[in-house]
């Protein structure tokens, strides 16, 4: 399963981690656009000193996900029409790579229709994590654990999995581990 990221999910770390993570897993295959992947680091900025260290995991990124890259075709751009022109790009990208759901915290700027006249299937992460756990919990609990442990090492403070996986917008996912 091609799975498109848009830039609103790769930039909490914990959740980063957790999507990043199951794809590591071998539990999908993940998609982002160079764009994005600008849009990340351009927000990384409001934290000082968070851009270099965006721009160094974003490396860290296409290191470990090579074909995960992919960028809009001209024609698919000029056809597709959203409620944010700026959104173009990643509902243009994810259907020209073939991607078989879209994964956003922005659903209105989105139309359901929009993106399933692409053959695409539009989620935020919370239900795009629950199908994932649905279908292999314990690799997805595994992944979990590992991101609360690290979470819990760097800073230096215990990190109960259930308000991690809340302040990380993921409650059915924290409710369905805990």
């Known amino acids: 399963m091609k799975v498109f990221l848009d830039a609103c999910v790769l930039y909490p770390t914990v959740l980063r981690e957790i999507l990043t993570g199951c794809a590591a897993a071998g539990l999908y295959r993940p998609l982002w ?47 597709l029409y959203l409620p944010d022109p700026n959104d173009v790009h990643v509902l243009a990208a994810a259907s020209d790579a073939g ?24 989620q935020n992460p919370d239900a795009f994590l629950m199908d994932l756990w649905l279908g292999d919990g314990m690799a997805v609990a595994d992944v979990v654990e590992t991101v609360r442990a690290t979470a819990a090492r760097l800073s230096g403070e215990d990190q109960p999995l259930r308000p991690l996986l809340k302040r990380a917008r993921l409650p059915r996912l924290g409710k369905a581990l805990g």
């Open 33 to 79: 656009s160079p764009r994005v992947l600008e849009e990340w680091a351009r927000a990384a900025r409001k934290i000082p000193g968070g851009e270099a260290v965006a721009r160094g995991e974003i490396a860290g990124l296409r290191a470990a996900f090579p074909g995960a890259e992919v960028r809009p075709g001209e024609g698919t751009m000029a056809r």
């Open 99 to 122: 991607a078989d759901r879209l994964v956003t915290f922005n659903m209105r700027d989105f139309p359901r229709r929009d993106v399933m006249a692409e053959g695409i299937v539009l």
